[in-house]
């Protein structure tokens, strides 16, 4: 029987947060798409856990951080099981696909192949996969032989083999049938730390490991011990450290160092005589005189600090890498999960409109300018944290080996700051237009410029249009109301994870006679059929499909009105549902909910506003004068396929009068 | 074949939200219950809409509230379909139930007995009832002939005819076999205006139709109406009124006045002559002269207006109506399906504990004490108001047969103010103790006083530990900081719907000698094998089951300790989990969400505090001195049935020493 064979536009490789926030983007996108983990099990419990301020708006994107907020254990950054995360996100695929993307559990990618000469054509599907269908005993995790009852995360942890899964892949290899040939325009691998799809490529992971070994347990503890549920880190004298991660429910996450076990002349850690005994046995010593018992046990597992990024993030633009695949770091920053996550937030878009052919190609070039350096911040951030949480404090000031408690505390307080991630900032690039280039990123593999390069004085004056929006970072949010129905939203909402760019019209005082012609100006050129926003549109498709024009005005909500004072543009009629009143918004004062004061805090003059273009996944693209139409449409013209304007009448908003039924 | 009998606990007639809420709280207290109602299908679109904080609140303490607030358009009142409540509903009661209450759809009650020798005995089964099982056929609303494809309400309006009803029983009762004999300890009968529960008590309501018809849409308009997306209200010279409730999506419903249908000489109005073409031709001449259009509908109905309350809520404490079987009203003021909720929020808990052999049968009579006088407020709000609206305009001020639009305004202002639901006060019974009696709410019918009488002068004294929080009232909230992890929570998130009543000790400045003190008397009294809190708690089960104990204390947060400052009593000792942390609270700054003042909110000393006894439904039922235990003991005795205390150990926090696994 022949092997069957099938295209597929994106496949993606692994179905931990990384993968299944790529496979959400592909889900909110409508792209055909498919997801396959080797394992047949999902996390229930344990892995990773904290969830930083911007995991919890890009989950509100995707329509979901209610959830996540209202089940977690809130700290300063709020903490969850993975297991949960992976839950939402399932869910989360299966509506917005409509059920047709699902996650393909014990299919392991057996050969991976580019045709070189085709990798420049759009139209191609460049990636050759060979996939095989593990049977349920193949593809279900070994548990460590001695852990009685408690699940133990061992197998994904770095104190396993390669050979493990090489023999894995012989096993399958040993069974007849069961495997397919996939030809795929994308290939996205979040397969871990020890990624099939990195070592398929041949690519390395620069970096070092170290000889600290940690346990990890999450258990439901009883203790003397007065800061159970507070978020702390203990420093003995003699025992090493531990650190105290209080989750949801009754379950305390401990971090433990565990003195006892050291790596071996190959460097690595010898993972049979790590027991659940023997991590709490350390616990118990570095807590004392505080004692500390438990009953219940939910999870647990030992990792050895390694430190390693990434040299190459992709291959000829066809195969990514996500996630531990690219980065590997200790989990006590509480920030791998994260970061992994917003890798694939930062690539999932860029791959789903190149692969729709609304993008070009060449916008994938930023996925490694700009989260390689985000993955070095990381990798340096917890390269100083980790040698100061597993170093022994210092006796007297004289001691210089020892760890200060001094630069311990600070240590720790910076940590929570770089934690938010909400710092990154973007370099230059076809689709964020600031002074300079991707070098000034830290980041010397590829250069990119912005498409219409600009200097640094006059990149001042534009950024001085919008001074709180700065370019390169998320869209900060404030409340503002709806203009038709004075309902508030937080600016940030209604920025949906759904692959459109926005143009964002601060149209600034509409009341004035001289502003409002400097936005009827904008508005024509924004209408005709010329422009970028017709010409990305497809035929007889809806004016706001590929970009979305929302504006934010700076007159007394009262004394306008939509149909009146805002040309129809901005509002687009359907002829089926009348005008859109989701459109416009304005910065007044609420009812209920106070006043979010946006223009002020967005740094934007009240009479005479400025432009925003905000990237589908809310990162600040551009800023100009209403005047500046043409540096706009450069923008669009410099990231995306501009086909031919529809026919007029088409795609709504011609004419104001009330149609007839 | 004989008839199968059983018995149930509680037996819900109707699956409407007042049933449904009913069934939320069988399900919360773990009550062996069944929910019936004669029709087969759920509700998808349409019917009530409106959702007051009140309700909100008492989502919250279900655990959905978040659910209905991301849905629903936000206005001062949030406006959601009821179709998607009765789902939050469902899909609550099913997780708390684990699976045991299901809605048995078509099942249709024939018969209702009460044998009145076992209506005082706890341990009878007093009410017997005969259901019969429909087939589909029978159980499907008829849908009106001419209504094309688009859903309408009519089956439930009060349009109909009680003898489509009869017709309905005779049909089912024609076939043969499909029924069954139960019996019930307690009936609630929730199954709307035309009740059947309501009329085989052979019940009435009090009040009278009037000559008012309106007709309900939901629409998506095509209009040039520059409110749409406002609640408004539009009051023509000549062609009567119309009101305006955006909802979710692009909906919006329209109440629209129907002056071309009148009453006959019954007082009843044709609902043949109903259709949408008629009602959205009325909207149109009352909207001129802008125009309004539609091409999707997606529910309507037509109703009367008519104002009736029930004037017994009860049959001998076994049968209860509650919801529209007991007042009917208009639908605009958006209040019935909340004041309908509210009912059975009111009478779930009290039978749930009742039927748990937890609380005293005569707390039963505080349901009609407390609601009939709700409902009457209800009604005589709903009838000034549905006056004004169908009234016509003045002319001018001389003209005094009509609503001069100054009337016309306020009276719609004073509504969203009633529309809250938070100005609710209980009066004195077994379960509030204040000054006077049930007749000082307006209710004749049962006179009810607390069981420790109370002078008018002792309450203001007893009041003023605690001024915002008036006995009788639902416990506001505001924000406090968990003693043990420095979370913020809003007091009311920890009052939960599970049936439990709360002991909230306001501690004061706990760190003061004298104050100290004055707790650890408290303690001492709470934590005797004698009195109430053990003598309520069944063997075995952990010592918070029935009353749970919340402490909020005034010092600062890091200066105190948990297991240090407070007795175990205020945190109870698990021997598998160990200390409770989730039961001590404190007044102080939170590090990222602000400073609640709750002890300033609360009207509360910081120094000497006070104790406050709050409901399973969350209202203020008792305040006293910390010295005042005997009060404490006496309100408890009152209310519920303290058996024996279970032996020394048994249920927890004795000895602080920490136990050896």
């Not at 490529?201 to 203790?223: K, S």
Request: charged share 25%.
């Amino acid at each position: 029987m022949a092997t069957p064979e099938s295209n597929i536009d994106v496949l993606i490789i692994g179905a931990g947060p990384a993968g299944l926030m790529a496979a959400a983007w592909m889900a909110h996108c409508g792209v055909n798409a498919r997801i396959v983990d080797k394992r047949n099990t999902k996390i229930f419990c344990g892995q990773a856990d904290g969830l930083q301020c911007r995991s919890l708006e890009i989950f509100d994107s995707l329509g979901f951080a209610d959830r996540a907020w209202k089940e977690a254990n809130h700290m300063i950054e709020i903490v969850l099981q993975q297991g949960r995360i992976e839950r939402f996100f399932l869910e989360n695929i299966k509506k917005h696909s409509k059920d047709a993307i699902k996650v393909e559990r014990g299919v392991l990618p057996e050969s991976l192949e580019i045709d070189l000469s085709k990798v420049d054509d759009d139209a191609a599907y460049p990636v050759t996969i060979k996939l095989r269908t593990l049977n349920e005993e193949e593809s279900t995790p070994p548990q460590a032989a001695n852990a009685s009852k408690i699940p133990d995360g061992l197998f994904r942890s770095n104190l396993i083999r390669d050979d493990d899964e090489a023999d894995l892949i012989k096993k399958a290899q040993d069974r007849a049938g069961a495997s397919e040939i996939v030809h795929a325009k994308y290939v996205i691998g979040c397969d871990g730390a020890r990624s099939w799809t990195r070592r398929a490529l041949g690519f390395e992971l620069d970096g070092e490991a170290t000889d600290f070994i940690w346990g990890v347990m999450d258990i439901i503890p009883i203790t003397d011990f007065p800061d159970i549920r507070m978020r702390c880190a203990i420093h003995s004298a003699e025992n090493g450290s531990l650190m105290v991660i209080p989750r949801e429910n009754k379950l305390v996450r401990l971090y433990i160092q565990l003195k006892e076990v050291a790596p071996d002349a190959s460097g690595r850690a010898d993972r049979s005589k790590i027991t659940p005994e023997l991590i709490f046995g350390a616990a118990q010593k570095i807590l004392n005189p505080y004692k500390i018992e438990y009953e219940y046990c939910d999870w647990w597992t030992a990792y050895q600090i390694g430190q390693r990024v990434g040299t190459e993030y992709d291959a000829h633009g066809r195969v990514f890498l996500a996630g531990d695949a690219v980065h590997t770091h200790s989990p006590k920053a509480g920030q791998g999960m994260n970061v992994s996550m917003q890798d694939t937030y930062n690539l999932g878009w860029k791959v789903a409109l190149a692969a729709k052919g609304i993008a070009k190609r060449d916008i994938l070039n930023t996925y490694q300018s700009e989260r390689r350096r985000v993955a070095q911040d990381l990798i340096e951030f917890d390269h100083r944290f980790s040698r100061l949480f597993s170093g022994r404090p210092a006796k007297d000031v004289l001691d210089e080996e020892g760890v200060s408690m001094e630069v311990f505390k600070d240590a720790f307080l910076k940590g929570n700051l770089f934690a938010s991630g909400l710092s990154v900032d973007y370099g230059a690039s076809n689709l964020v237009v600031k002074a300079g280039d991707s070098l000034k990123q830290g980041d010397g593999s590829k250069v990119l410029k912005s498409v219409a390069s600009i200097s640094e004085e006059d990149f001042k004056k534009k950024q001085a249009l919008a001074s709180g929006l700065p370019v390169g970072m998320r869209f900060n949010s404030f409340k503002v109301l709806n203009q038709a129905c004075a309902r508030p939203w937080h600016f940030q909402e209604i920025l949906k994870a759904d692959g459109r760019f926005r143009v964002v019209l601060f149209a600034g005082n509409i009341l004035d006679a001289s502003q409002k012609a400097r936005v009827d100006n904008f508005c024509v050129a924004l209408d005709a059929p010329d422009n970028f926003l017709r010409k990305v549109t497809p035929a007889k498709a809806p004016i706001d499909s590929v970009i979305e024009v929302l504006t934010i005005h700076s007159a007394k909500r009262t004394d306008t009105e939509l149909l009146r004072d805002f040309p129809d543009i901005l509002h687009p009629f359907d002829s089926h549902t009348g005008w859109d009143y989701n459109k416009v918004y304005v910065d007044d004062e609420s009812y209920h909910e106070g006043f979010g004061d946006a223009y002020k805090n967005y740094g934007v003059n009240k009479q005479r506003g400025c432009v925003v273009v905000v990237r589908p996944d809310q990162y600040v693209a551009w800023i100009g004068e209403l005047e500046d139409f043409d540096d706009l449409q450069k923008y669009f013209e410099g990231c995306l396929l501009l086909g031919q304007p529809a026919p007029n009448g088409v795609n709504g908003t011609n004419g104001t009068s009330l149609p007839v039924r």
